[in-house]
Nanobody, 127 residues
Framework: QVQLAESGGGSVHAGGSLKLSCVVS????????LAWFRQAPGKEREAVAA?????????ADSVKGRFTISLDNAEYPNTLYLQMNNLEPEDAAMYYCAAGREVVPANMLVSREYTYWGQGTQVTVSS
């Protein structure tokens, strides 16, 4: 059974940092792409960053230079991270981690490529 469990959300002031974690179990990372998405109230879900089984990463333009995605797969279960620096009020949202099998590089930031989703962790940024 595939499970993704996010944690690390919270409330920070603009300019602050948070590190999100997602414990991933029940799948073989060698076959999956893992990603972070976010959704703010009244807005569509958007991709934040992704990392594939080869270590290739992609990030949305809005977070380049501020957010970093990484994976610790030294032990099972694997843990996916999202280091978020210099947070802006526009970054406030529910953040979800997701897993998709055999996602091609061009589609790493496309939500329909992802089959499994976590429950989310809330990030609030005050100005």
């Amino acid at each position: 059974q595939v499970q993704l469990a996010e944690s690390g959300g919270g409330s920070v002031h603009a300019g602050g940092s948070l590190k999100l974690s997602c414990v991933v179990s029940g799948l073989a990372f060698a076959e999956y792409c893992l990603a972070w998405f976010r959704q703010a109230p009244g807005k569509e879900r958007e991709a934040v960053a992704a990392i594939d089984e080869h270590g290739r990463t992609e990030r949305a333009d809005s977070v380049k230079g501020r957010f970093t995605i990484s994976l610790d797969n030294a032990e099972y279960p694997n843990t996916l991270y999202l280091q978020m620096n210099n947070l802006e009020p526009e970054d406030a949202a529910m953040y979800y981690c997701a897993a998709g099998r055999e996602v091609v590089p061009a589609n790493m930031l496309v939500s329909r490529e992802y089959t499994y989703w976590g429950q989310g962790t809330q990030v609030t940024v005050s100005s």
